[in-house]
């Protein structure tokens, strides 16, 4: 199978994984918007920034190393499992251990147990994590996908029921549970092969990831702290009912950019390292990926825009309608945040971590305080924050990452994340001229899908046929 074949029978199944992941995601918070109350999202928000922290460490950035490096033995596969494994024990009692100071930053006694049960997902996650970055290290995606969708369909099933049963908050944390507990035992029977880890560990088997890892890993917690800012200073500035209007558009507006860029961007970092030495290819698989991100969202993100106050009344109900603004902003900011997504697979395919910590670290300077200032104007100030700097970084970052590394032109960069949303917009607008037309939340989303589908494709096809024909390809269709 040649690589470009490989590449799109790899994109099929994480297309497919994304979607199964996603549409269940939306079908839980619309039934958990109507049983949990806005509060109840906005403390499992602030557990789950506390999660995503400690993760990062979890890995260390070594499942990255292991994905980048192509001569990796026997014995150091088994020694960096351990290796995980001992990570994850170690921040499951971390995690435990701090709760009382979360409590006491949060003022909400009720974290305590939300960080007790959350913690234990660290060490389970851990124990299947090797599994899992073998089979995507070959682009073997189809066996990862089918248990990571049967993984997510048992852990959306045991938070409704929990939700249903009167558990409240807690329903939340006991889904992520059983989530992670059926996602690692899967990946032990249907992913490893029969592989099984030698027992032992040796310090020199992880030292030559530790370098690449290393940097990976303060570069994502770094990442991960600008990326969370806006819940850490929204928990402390706002009441949980606020954040909690706050956290739901945002989770919404990051599921459609999780809908759509792992899909392209987790096939093209091990796509990126293969070709690392060929400047030119690697170029194209970047530009390439960006184009097909951004296309793919921009019609979704401008769709929530145009139609946020319809969306909120269907998926959340009558108790979120606060949200509605909300929504509307970081739709634009969700956009603008997925073009700068797969400049993450450029850094890592050509082992770069140490620029993309470099860049992260200047950003620490600069996002805190901004966002400080923000949500001294509440939700919407937050909101409009992360927008305008969204824009204003555009071009910084393409000088100092993107044409840093494979000499992509400012016109080419912004032609493939720009140019999709002047298209999505040509298309979309009036598509929603037309919806206001009728009467009803439902009907309305229904004829603005139904106008604006086949005027994005028809507009697409003559100003980004290749886009199009990227799509027919991954459908396995000749072009």
Not at 33 to 49: C, H, N, Q
Not at 206 to 228: E, H, K
Not at 257 to 264: A, G, H
């Amino acid at each position: 199978m040649t690589l470009k074949r490989q590449a799109f029978t790899a994109v099929r199944w994480t297309s497919f994984a994304a979607v199964m992941q996603s549409l269940m995601q939306l079908v839980q918070m619309a039934v958990l918007a109507r049983l949990l109350s806005p509060e109840d999202f906005g403390l499992m928000a602030l557990v789950s920034v506390a999660i995503v922290f400690c993760s990062l460490f979890s890995d260390m950035g070594l499942s990255s190393a292991f994905i980048q490096r192509q001569d990796v033995t026997p014995q150091q596969r088994s020694s960096l499992f351990w290796l995980n494994i001992a990570m994850g024990t170690a921040l499951t009692i971390l995690m435990i251990a701090i709760s009382p100071l979360a409590a006491w930053y949060f003022d909400d006694d009720r974290l305590l147990p939300l960080f007790a049960l959350t913690a234990t997902t660290l060490i389970i996650n851990a124990a299947g994590q090797q599994v899992r970055i073998a089979a995507e290290k070959t682009l073997h995606f189809r066996p990862v996908v089918l248990v990571d969708t049967c993984s997510t369909l048992l852990g959306f099933a045991a938070t409704v029921l929990a939700a249903l049963a009167g558990w409240g908050v807690y329903s939340l944390a006991f889904g992520s549970v059983l989530g992670a507990i059926s996602g690692t035992l899967l990946a032990w029977l249907f992913i490893a092969n029969s592989w099984r880890p030698r027992f032992g560990f040796k310090a020199d088997d992880v030292r030559p990831f530790i370098g690449f890892g290393g940097s990976l890993v303060a570069n994502n917690i770094v990442n991960q702290f600008n990326a969370s800012v806006d819940l850490l200073i929204g928990g402390r500035m706002l009441a949980a009912s606020q954040l909690g209007l706050y956290s739901v558009p945002r989770n919404l507006v990051l599921q459609l950019q999780f809908l759509v860029n792992p899909v392209i961007t987790r096939v093209a970092f091990p796509l990126i390292s293969q070709v690392q030495t060929d400047l030119p290819r690697v170029k194209a698989i970047y530009l390439q990926t960006l184009n097909m991100t951004a296309s793919t969202n921009a019609p979704l993100y401008l769709g929530a825009f145009f139609f946020a106050q319809e969306i909120v009344d269907l998926l959340l109900g009558s108790n979120w309608t606060g949200s509605v603004d909300v929504l509307r902003i970081l739709a634009i900011w969700g956009y603008m945040r997925s073009t700068g997504n797969p400049v993450g697979s450029l850094l890592l395919g050509m082992g770069r971590a140490d620029l993309a910590l470099k860049w992260n670290g200047a950003m620490l300077f600069v996002i805190p305080p901004l966002l400080w200032i923000g949500s001294r104007h509440g939700t919407q100030g937050i909101a409009w924050t992360l927008l305008v700097f969204s824009f204003v970084m555009f071009v910084p970052g393409w000088y100092f990452l993107v044409h840093r590394l494979c000499q992509a032109g400012l016109l080419e960069y912004a032609r493939a994340a720009l140019a999709p949303l002047a298209i999505a917009l040509s298309a979309i607008l009036p598509a929603y001229l037309g919806a206001t037309w009728f009467e009803g939340d439902f009907v309305r989303l229904t004829v603005g899908i139904a106008l604006a589908a086949p005027l994005y494709l028809a507009i697409s096809f003559l100003a980004n046929r290749q886009w199009v024909r990227a799509m027919l390809e991954l459908a396995g269709k000749k072009t």
